[in-house]
């Protein structure tokens, strides 16, 4: 802070205004700086880090009326969502998972799972023969229940930024290899990943009719597009010569549409009144040359 | 008064407490979701564009920033990285940001300089707590937590520097002493999330709410059982809402309906201004404590705009 003037900005409208409408329900300010004051009153806590799982609300004595919702980065979501929900656990995101964290690995998707669990791998250095070899390496489930026994359970809770290049102090079988480029970068990417989901999530909840909005403009979209295409693909066939509708409306009779026969259909559709009779005898070119 | 166009997604706007011609920005890269975020430092000039005295870039997006109270340089901002960043204009850029206290283990929503005692400011996280820092440490003071949701906005009280509230997605607004272990009081203010509150500048017992449910709602602490007063008026969630800081029953919001609304909460028609000058969501509005009348806003268009009350904020 070089240029600090320790000069307070231009006095506040509001300053030297009546304070209050009443008496308010505060404690008098107290004198001196903010934190005299709260290290004053026995409150302060330095550089508290405070994760979120851990975080228990009921234990501060102010239930909340109402359930709260699942934080949307903490939900299990479906199969196809497994990737988002499991590495959101996976990765640590705040250092200290309990054991219900550990026993959410069971929903992971198989094809996923390897990943997760392959890194586990790396840290704890567990499965020393074949380390990135076997297949069964980055997708056996055996392989993990091994190292959740371990000691190295802590090492779950390893947070995603950093630890991962990181020696375990408790690895009974010496160094580690580094981990390779390729899970890191993927682990990367999968960060990224559940950052964007955590956030679009927030979005919506923030805004829900909104996301509303946008998936009827986006359903809406595909409907156009569908109908855009739709049509280019008529005008590409007409190019070609193709008739895509076929005409239905009169088909005309194999003889042509003056031929007495298509007249004599027509005149049988109109119903009972075809039985000849005088007042017809002109209504019909053609009935003279059927000879009435 | 003419309009700034930003290369990010506008998050925040913030008059300077010192010059009465200069504003902060906060931005963020792709809706803040993911990318880099930008902090402007705007000056207004009575006739002419505005211009950019400098602007920092930070590796996540930037949703809110704070201006000191006791030094006219420093600026303070929150990043989604979940870290805080402290920005010294007197410097070079490559001495900036001056310190980044990360304790936060989320995205930090909001900041806010303490403007009484001046040497303390508030942050809140989606990690559901409210952290107080002071510029002599390098660690926070102290941790609130008690929500059980994300908390997007944790306001000073701008007549007593103890008190501060703030508004959560757990559909509470709670009022907080420093001195206190726990908050003093629990509001449980909206039926859905609350996403902004703000003390009215003039009666400390007086204070906005605004909720995913289209509503503002003013509430007095002192009987809070129910509302002083409902504004609805808002088709979408309200993003922010704030005070005036002349007029005691001024009341100024932005809402993902895309429009800035004014209103006087005492007055039967509360609804007493409408502005659509924005094509996406509105999502930061401030109003000049040193200019009665003059107002900003941005949102997702990447505009800021800032003009003065009754006027067209497209009006070049």
């Given at each position: 802070m070089s240029s600090s003037t320790g000069n307070g900005p231009p006095p506040?409208?509001?300053?030297?205004?009546?304070?209050?409408?009443?008496?308010?329900?505060?404690?008098?300010?107290?004198?001196?700086?903010?934190?005299?004051?709260?290290?004053?009153?026995?409150?302060?806590?330095?550089?508290?880090?405070?994760?979120?799982?851990?975080?228990n609300p009921s234990a501060t004595g102010t239930a909340l009326a109402r359930p709260v919702?699942?934080?949307?980065?903490?939900?299990?979501?479906?199969?196809?969502?497994?990737?988002?929900?499991?590495?959101?656990?996976?990765?640590?995101?705040?250092?200290g998972y309990g054991s219900g964290t550990l026993g959410s690995y069971g929903?992971?998707?198989?094809?996923?799972?390897?990943?997760?669990?392959?890194?586990?791998?790396?840290?704890?250095?567990?499965?020393?023969?074949?380390?990135?070899?076997?297949?069964?390496?980055?997708?056996?489930?055996?392989?993990?229940?091994?190292?959740?026994?371990?000691?190295?359970?802590?090492?779950?809770?390893?947070?995603?930024?950093?630890?991962?290049?990181?020696?375990?102090?408790?690895?009974?079988?010496?160094?580690?290899?580094?981990?390779?480029?390729?899970?890191?970068?993927a682990l990367r990417v999968m960060h990224g990943v559940v950052t964007f989901f955590g956030r679009v999530a927030m979005l919506i909840d923030q805004n829900t009719q909104a996301f509303h909005l946008f998936m009827s403009a986006l359903l809406q979209l595909f409907d156009r597009s569908g109908m855009l295409y739709g049509e280019l693909a008529r005008f590409v066939f007409r190019l070609l010569g193709i008739r895509t509708k076929s005409r239905k409306v009169h088909p005309e009779g194999p003889h042509g549409p003056g031929h007495p026969s298509a007249t004599h259909g027509h005149n049988h559709i109109e119903g009972p009144k075809a039985a000849p009779s005088g007042s017809w005898d002109n209504v019909w070119s053609d009935d003279a040359v059927r000879g009435n | 008064m003419p309009f700034f166009k930003t290369s990010f997604n506008g998050y925040a706007v913030k008059f300077s407490p010192f010059f009465e011609n200069r504003l902060a920005v906060a931005t963020s890269q792709n809706f803040g979701i993911l990318g880099n975020g930008r902090i402007h430092v705007l000056d207004l000039n009575p006739s002419g564009p505005i211009t950019e005295i400098a602007s920092f870039d930070t590796a996540d997006g930037v949703y809110d920033c704070t201006w000191s109270e006791n030094n006219e340089n420093l600026l303070v901002s929150a990043i989604a990285d979940g870290s805080v960043k402290l920005w010294d204009l007197a410097l070079p850029l490559t001495q900036n940001p001056i310190r980044s206290l990360h304790e936060h283990t989320r995205e930090v929503h909001s900041v806010d300089w303490n403007p009484v005692r001046r040497d303390s400011f508030l942050s809140s996280s989606w990690d559901d707590t409210i952290k107080l820092w002071t510029i002599d440490r390098p660690t926070s003071v102290r941790t609130f937590k008690e929500h059980a949701y994300c908390v997007y906005s944790a306001i000073w009280n701008p007549r007593h520097g103890d008190v501060f509230a703030s508004a959560s997605g757990d559909c509470t607004l709670r009022i907080w002493d420093v001195r206190e272990p726990n908050s003093t009081m629990i509001l449980p203010a909206h039926e859905f999330e609350i996403l902004s509150c703000d003390w009215n500048k003039y009666d400390d017992c007086l204070i906005a709410t605004a909720s995913v449910d289209k509503s503002i709602k003013v509430w007095d602490v002192r009987s809070f059982r129910v509302p002083v007063t409902v504004l609805n008026g808002h088709t979408y969630a309200v993003r922010k809402v704030k005070f005036s800081p002349h007029r005691e029953s001024l009341i100024a919001s932005c809402s993902y309906d895309m429009t800035v609304c004014l209103w006087d909460y005492q007055v039967e028609d509360a609804l007493v201004g409408r502005y659509d000058h924005h094509t996406e969501f509105a999502v930061g509005v401030d109003m000049s404590v040193l200019v009665e009348g003059l107002f900003a806003s941005t949102g997702w268009d990447e505009l800021v705009y800032v003009w003065q009350h009754g006027t067209d904020p497209r009006a070049p």
């Open positions: 506040k409208p509001w300053e030297g205004a009546r304070a209050s409408s009443g008496p308010a329900p505060f404690k008098p300010p107290s004198p001196g700086s903010t934190s005299d004051v709260v290290e004053a009153s026995g409150t302060a806590k330095p550089g508290e880090i405070v994760n979120t799982p851990q975080r919702p699942t934080r949307p980065w903490e939900q299990n979501y479906g199969s196809s969502y497994g990737v988002n929900a499991g590495y959101g656990s996976g990765m640590g995101y705040n250092s929903g992971y998707g198989s094809s996923y799972g390897g990943g997760m669990y392959g890194n586990s791998m790396y840290r704890g250095g567990y499965g020393s023969s074949g380390m990135y070899g076997g297949s069964g390496m980055y997708g056996g489930s055996g392989m993990y229940g091994g190292g959740l026994g371990g000691p190295m359970t802590g090492g779950y809770g390893m947070g995603m930024g950093g630890p991962y290049g990181e020696q375990d102090p408790n690895n009974p079988y010496g160094a580690p290899p580094s981990p390779p480029g390729f899970w890191l970068s | -």
